[in-house]
């Protein structure tokens, strides 16, 4: 139980390869213990190591079948992975065991994200905000779920609160740069922008989002070193060729 309660330490600080180390120790010398293999699927997600992660959750529901996380978390390996009916079925039998349980509530969420229902996504995210009101990803989803909506004043409202419990999660910063060029708030967009840049510099969006901010403001030469550095970062994304997100 020691390095199973380590490793879930670990996962907390985000340092997943240390938590991985530890649950795998905890398996091996405690092979029927569904936490552990719960707890490693969640840092391999995170690791993005989804095939991985799916084994372990699978391993966990086969131990323990009605345990609402190894639910919950094989859904959010399988929204990574691209198998979205899966990943509803499983989100919705978390809920069904823990109608409480705020990760496969916000897990679910990101399925309805992904499939443009908005409403629904932000519906699931109230209630993580009424069980967690400080849970600050799901304030900065259900931002980004109003943005998507254009409605970004409450956009904006939601990210304030994220960046205000967690400061630290370019996301938040990302997603409010683009709020703002959207209400013409362009300084305060730059700003943002570069706040996530300094805590991500490899953050594709944060570069796409600053350029479109720099093309409103005129200056050019810029702007298009910032999009090259996103294509650079990330070819495959979209909005670095045509808007910000």
Same mark, same amino acid.
Do not use: V
């Given at each position: 139980m020691?390095?199973?309660?380590?490793g879930l330490g670990y996962a907390a600080k985000g340092d997943y390869d240390r938590a991985i180390d530890d649950l795998d120790r905890a398996i091996q010398l405690d092979p029927k213990n569904a936490t552990s293999?719960?707890?490693?699927?969640?840092a391999r997600i995170k690791n993005g190591e989804i095939d991985q992660a799916l084994n372990d959750c699978n391993q966990a529901i086969q131990l323990?079948?009605?345990?609402?996380?190894?639910?919950?978390?094989?859904?959010?390996?399988?929204?990574?992975?691209?198998?979205?009916?899966? $990943?509803? @079925? +499983?989100?919705?039998? #978390? *809920?069904?065991?823990?109608?409480?349980?705020?990760?496969?509530?916000?897990?679910?969420?990101?399925?309805?994200?992904?499939?443009?229902?908005?409403?629904r996504a932000i519906g699931d995210l109230d209630q993580v905000l009424g069980l967690d009101p400080k849970n600050a990803m799901a304030f900065n989803s259900r931002g980004l779920g109003y943005a $998507?909506? @254009? +409605?970004?004043?409450? #956009? *904006?409202?939601?990210?304030?609160?994220?960046?205000?419990?967690?400061?630290?999660?370019?996301?938040?910063?990302?997603?409010?740069?683009a709020a703002l060029i959207n209400k013409g708030e362009t300084d305060q967009a730059l700003s943002d922008c570069n706040k996530a840049i300094q805590l991500d510099p490899k953050n594709a969006v944060a570069y796409a989002n600053r350029c479109a901010?720099?093309?409103?403001?005129?200056?050019?030469?810029?702007?298009?070193?910032?999009?090259?550095?996103?294509?650079?970062?990330?070819?495959?994304?979209?909005?670095?060729?045509?808007?910000?997100?």
């Open positions: 020691a390095f199973n309660s380590r293999y719960i707890g490693r699927c969640a323990d079948p009605k345990n609402a996380m190894a639910y919950a978390n094989r859904c959010a390996a399988l929204i990574n992975k691209g198998e979205t009916d899966q $990943a509803l @079925s +499983d989100c919705n039998q #978390a *809920i069904l065991l823990d109608p409480k349980n705020a990760i496969a509530l916000h897990n679910r969420a990101a399925w309805y994200f992904a499939k443009g229902d908005y409403d $998507a909506k @254009s +409605d970004y004043d409450r #956009a *904006i409202g939601d990210l304030d609160q994220a960046i205000q419990l967690d400061p630290k999660n370019p996301t938040s910063y990302t997603g409010r740069c901010a720099l093309i409103n403001k005129g200056e050019t030469d810029q702007a298009l070193s910032d999009c090259n550095q996103a294509i650079l970062l990330d070819p495959k994304n979209a909005p670095t060729r045509f808007g910000y997100q």
